[in-house]
């Protein structure tokens, strides 16, 4: 079965860090496009970060998250990273990974169908 698992969120003071991982298991993610989007509650999901694939190893950023939040790949290991610093209570929401075989880069509050999703990794920022 071929999905994809998130990891890495928790409970972090405004100010620190998290590194959230998504791995993919029954596909490798060499080929796709991988966004990750969080939805706060009572709030519309939106896309905050994407990388192409390995052939095309671009990111980008939504500019709530710009200069904080970093996307990375290790094919090796077939996941996607989001190292996110100096976080802030706005930060607060659910996060989730996405891939796609085509070469897409959702930012926003923008819906799309997409070819995987995971279940969500909850991140909250409260001192």
């Known amino acids: 079965q071929s999905q994809l698992v998130e990891s890495g969120g928790g409970l972090v003071q405004p100010g620190g860090s998290l590194t959230l991982s998504c791995v993919a298991s029954?596909?490798?993610?060499?080929?796709?496009?991988i966004n990750w989007f969080r939805q706060a509650p009572g709030k519309e999901r939106e896309g905050v970060s994407c990388i192409y694939t390995s052939s095309n190893t671009n990111t980008n950023y939504a500019d709530s998250v710009k200069g904080r939040f970093t996307i990375s790949r290790d094919n090796a290991k077939n996941t996607v990273y989001l190292q996110m610093n100096s976080l802030k209570p706005e930060d607060t929401a659910l996060y989730y990974c996405?891939?796609?075989?085509?070469?897409?880069?959702?930012?926003?509050?923008?819906?799309?169908?997409?070819?995987?999703w995971g279940q969500g990794t909850q991140v909250t920022v409260s001192s």
């Open positions: 996405t891939a796609d075989r085509r070469p897409l880069c959702v930012l926003g509050r923008v819906t799309i169908p997409l070819d995987y």
């Open positions: 029954g596909f490798t993610l060499d080929n796709y496009a």
